[in-house]
Nanobody, 126 residues
Framework: QVQLVESGGGLVQAGGSLRLSCAASGRTFSSYNMAWFRQAPGREREFVATISKSSSTTSYADSVKGRFTISRDNVKNTVYLQMNSLKPEDTAHYYC???????????????????WGQGTQVTVSS
């Protein structure tokens, strides 16, 4: 069992930055690939970024590539999402998720994730 708790959301002006954190409970954090998803009102939950168990591989949605950076600390059991050059269209509820296994063709799909946090709200004003 893994429990995930996100933090770091808030209100920021366009062009600004935020750093989201996701703290995981349990001693098996390093056994999971980690990811961030987001969901805006009236829209489906969408993939943002993922990082492999050992941090060797990261992948990003095209919409955030070059602006967002995902990282993890397996000692602190925490995954981060550094968000720069924020845009109003980045406004959403951001969720942290853990996956025991996925492939290069499935990492962006929500059913591949075993555990989810409650999320943190990010609002970008224009």
């Amino acid at each position: 069992q893994v429990q995930l708790v996100e933090s770091g959301g808030g209100l920021v002006q366009a062009g600004g930055s935020l750093r989201l954190s996701c703290a995981a409970s349990g001693r098996t954090f390093s056994s999971y690939n980690m990811a961030w998803f987001r969901q805006a009102p009236g829209r489906e939950r969408e993939f943002v970024a993922t990082i492999s168990k050992s941090s060797s591989t990261t992948s990003y949605a095209d919409s955030v590539k070059g602006r967002f950076t995902i990282s993890r600390d397996n000692v602190k059991n925490t995954v981060y999402l550094q968000m720069n050059s924020l845009k109003p269209e980045d406004t959403a509820h951001y969720y942290c998720a853990a996956s025991a296994f996925y492939t290069l063709s499935t990492y962006m799909k929500t059913p591949m994730y075993d555990y989810w946090g409650q999320g943190t709200q990010v609002t970008v004003s224009s």
